[in-house]
């Protein structure tokens, strides 16, 4: 199991989601609806059912196909999830979508826009998480380990859930690559391919943690800007300037989603070498993606985000938290820094 980050500070124990409503997120749009337009964005609010649920009993009710709704992230079935869908409307339709009220699906809002809500159109996420049964004092050591971690940032690992139930996704989509497994349904290749690449940026990141350069920049990083999402490559005369701008979380470091057009440093440099013993360790030959086209393209993923509005609270004997993450973070890799638990956390609402 991988270390923790702030391993040198006690976590609080506790137990994770008693309750759906122990867990609350709410996405951050990327954008508002413009009011005007041929799709209604809705905000709706859904409990004890997955994302695909809710739109496949959407789209039953208003007798549309679930591919003609949009949305910007999933949600997982055991929280109280708030986000934001589109649907094609015409004429009355209006009101009756605005109006939807389905068993676990409630409409907050409703606005017109343009265009179909796309996946990824989101900015982060905003999480109100109550921890139930915490260990004396930890209201004090969540504090501690959230502030630690508001400083230098929280590793963009990708959470246990990532790889399923039984921790297998990652396997298959291994096997999928390798021509050793066939999977007929487009989606669920490229889910499990997916689950592959983030488990070996997972392995790069406890590189660099294993190696004390989480923290460093090396010649040949591809370098991403903290404002703009620009991403260049460190060269040796950039080196010491690069790392000032990283010490004060201007640029953070990228690291491999392993893809047929990922960008990747150049050949020889500090970087690509950690890149290619990844891709020793795992036997692999970065040629197999592109046999899988738009499937398994890559991309650079950053190794460090930012927490914003962290807070903690004492209620009784439950600790309340809240904090936002950018879109594709998780949620329970900083509960785990907080909880320290003897296993990863697998049930989250990160989107």
């Known amino acids: 199991m991988m270390g923790y980050f702030s391993a040198h500070l006690p976590g609080t124990a506790g137990v994770l989601k ?21 799709h209604l964005f809705l905000t709706v609010e859904k409990r004890g059912i997955t994302t695909q649920e809710m739109v496949r009993r959407i789209g039953r009710d208003l007798g549309i196909s679930p591919s003609d709704i949009g949305i910007a992230g999933q949600k997982d079935r055991q929280a109280v999830a708030r986000q934001v869908i589109s649907v094609p409307i ?35 996420n905003r999480f109100t998480i109550t921890l139930r049964g915490v260990t004396e004092g930890a209201e004090a050591r969540a504090r501690t380990v959230l502030d630690f971690l508001v400083a230098t940032w929280l590793p963009n690992r990708f959470g246990a859930q990532r790889f399923g139930m039984h921790g297998d996704n990652a396997g298959e989509g291994r096997k999928v690559l390798r021509g050793e497994l066939h999977v007929e349904d487009r989606f669920r290749r490229r889910f499990l391919i997916s689950a592959y690449q983030s488990q070996l940026f997972n392995r790069y990141l406890d590189l660099r943690t294993d190696e004390g350069l989480l923290d460093r920049v090396m010649v040949g990083d591809l370098m991403q800007k903290v404002d703009t999402g620009g991403i260049f490559e460190c060269q040796p005369t950039d080196l010491t300037s690069a790392q000032a701008r990283f010490e004060l979380r201007k640029i953070v470091p990228t690291g ?38 738009r499937l398994a393209e890559g991309t650079r993923r950053p190794l460090l985000v930012r927490i914003e509005e962290a807070a903690v609270r004492q209620e009784g004997d439950a600790l309340v938290l809240q904090f936002a993450l950018p879109s594709g973070s998780y949620a329970t890799v900083l509960l785990d820094e907080i909880m320290k638990p003897s296993e990863p956390l697998k049930h989250a609402a990160d989107g």
Do not use: C, W
């Not at 008693?18 to 009011?35: C, K, N, R, T």
């Open 90 to 124: 015409v004429g009355k339709e209006f009101q009756r979508a605005s109006n939807l009220k389905l068993d676990g699906i409630t409409v907050l809002s409703a606005a017109r826009h343009p265009h179909k809500l796309r996946t990824g159109h989101l900015r982060g």
């Open 18 to 38: 008693a309750a759906p409503e122990d867990f609350l997120v709410e996405e951050i749009p990327a954008y508002p609806p413009s009011g005007e337009g041929t």
């Open 256 to 293: 491999p989603m392993f893809g047929y057009t990922m960008m990747a440093p150049s050949l020889g440099t500090a970087a690509a070498l950690r890149e290619q013993r990844i891709l020793d360790e795992a036997e692999l030959d970065p040629a197999v993606f592109g046999q899988f086209g």
